[in-house]
């Protein structure tokens, strides 16, 4: 599985890729960071009943990505990657910042709406603005670059748990998480130096061939193989990462910043997964790696409900984010090779349009569940999620023998 070492290359778009996945990581976990106080202020408070509400702001916060990723294809073909992912980003922030001053819940839903837009464009167009970069090896890459996701995440639900602890408001905490992402927005957007163009088309991309290599995706019918296993996926590594700081905060410690401890261990160990993945693996073995990763991601996330220590948690959360890191990327990476006659930035932004989805509906979901049978219990959803992902996976590998074996006669 472990292919030769070598250098990888870094320049100024992948350093804005980088921070652009580290500030809408932030914007996606310091609600779920802050839900408990946050909650408690706009009167749907999570031990009342609440949790179906606070599932879902998520829930809406992906009606609006996945309408935003069903244009970006549009966006990137006339004005390109770039651009299409620079506006994203500053977009993401400004419903970031409404979240920070929403006075009820009504307002918050909007704000998420709003923030869904954006990160809508980051998640469509974020993964091919980085392979269009490196099309020699984008697998690796983009592991690399999604690496950066947990980054988010750890400095997120660690700065802002340790605030919300020591009685910084959670509006203070929500306001810094949509700041982050200016920089990012200004790295990509501003003026670019001559000899570092980021390689765009030549020319503009008309709707119709874009709709035409949408239609070719959807007509595909492996694609829709891909497609469940990117649903169940980021339904998986998502509920973990919108649950945990909730989950612990009622059932173990109720304090904001064992909270964000615990979604910290599990972001620790999806970086260190995402980033050896991106260093070590080659892109003929991502199958593979995804196989092991979800069976092993099965097991390890099976102990969840079980443990009654906090510190055994939090070993089993960073446990799981290794299992759980390679899912996202490396799917969606394994699929274009797969599917290689296909346009790639099409079936990346359509294969975004499961995970995302996925996200939303099985974290809405699961706080369905958590109200009924209590979050305990709702977590078994995630090692669900990682079996039937394997499963899939296997299923394709035994498609690929099929298909070789009929070659081969």
């Known amino acids: 599985m472990i292919g030769a070492m070598r250098a ?3 320049g100024r778009y992948d350093l804005a890729a980088f921070l652009s996945f580290a500030a809408y990581a932030a914007g996606s976990v310091v609600v779920p960071v802050a839900l408990v106080a946050l909650a408690t202020d706009l009167h749907f408070a999570l031990d009342a ?20 990723m069903l ?5 990137a073909g006339r004005w ?12 993401m922030c400004a419903g970031i910042g409404l979240c920070a001053v929403a006075p009820s819940y009504g307002i918050l839903l909007l704000a998420m709406l709003v923030a869904g837009i954006g990160e809508g464009g980051i998640e469509g167009i974020a993964t091919p603005f980085v392979a269009a ?42 306001a810094t998480a949509s700041a982050a992402g200016a920089v990012a927005a200004a790295m990509i957007l501003l003026p670019r130096r001559r000899g570092r163009k980021y390689p765009e088309h030549p020319e503009p991309i008309g709707w119709r061939i874009v709709a035409e290599q949408g239609r070719r995706i959807l007509a595909t019918p492996r694609f829709w193989l891909y497609f469940a296993a990117m649903f169940v996926a980021g339904g998986g590594e ?8 909730s989950y612990i905060q009622l059932n173990f410690v109720d304090a904001a910043w064992a909270g964000g401890a615990g979604t910290a261990c599990f972001a620790a160990g999806m970086f260190a997964g995402r980033s050896a993945a991106g260093y070590w693996v080659d892109q003929q073995h991502l199958r593979r790696l995804i196989l092991i990763a979800a069976i092993a991601g099965t097991v390890v996330t099976l102990w969840i409900p079980t443990l009654t220590n906090l510190w055994a948690l939090f070993g089993v959360l960073f446990v799981a984010g290794l299992a759980t890191a390679p899912f996202w990327p490396s799917v969606q990476s394994h699929a274009v090779d797969r599917l290689d006659r296909l346009d790639g ?7 975004s349009c499961a995970g995302v989805p996925g996200c939303g509906v099985l974290t809405w979901v699961m706080g369905v569940i958590g109200d009924r049978f209590g979050l305990r219990a709702a977590f078994y959803l995630v090692p669900g999620c990682y079996l039937i ?21």
């Open 8 to 10: 990888m290359r870094f």
């Open 49 to 68: 009943g609440g949790m179906g509400a606070a599932g879902g702001l998520h829930l809406a916060r992906t009606a609006s990505m996945v309408a935003s």
């Open 71 to 75: 244009i970006c294809g549009f966006a």
């Open 80 to 91: 390109g990657k770039r651009r299409t992912t620079g506006v994203s980003v500053a977009i």
């Open 133 to 174: 970069l490196h099309p020699e090896q984008p697998g690796r890459y983009i592991n690399f670059a999604h690496s950066f996701w947990s980054v988010g995440i750890v400095i997120t639900v660690l700065a802002a748990g340790w605030a919300i602890s020591a009685g910084v408001s959670w509006r203070l905490a929500v």
């Open 238 to 245: 998502f509920c973990l990462t919108f649950w945990t700081a």
């Open 345 to 351: 930035t099409m079936l990346l932004v359509l294969l």
């Open 389 to 409: 992902l394997a499963v899939l996976i296997a299923a394709d590998r035994r498609r690929m023998a099929i298909t070789a074996g009929r070659v081969g006669r």
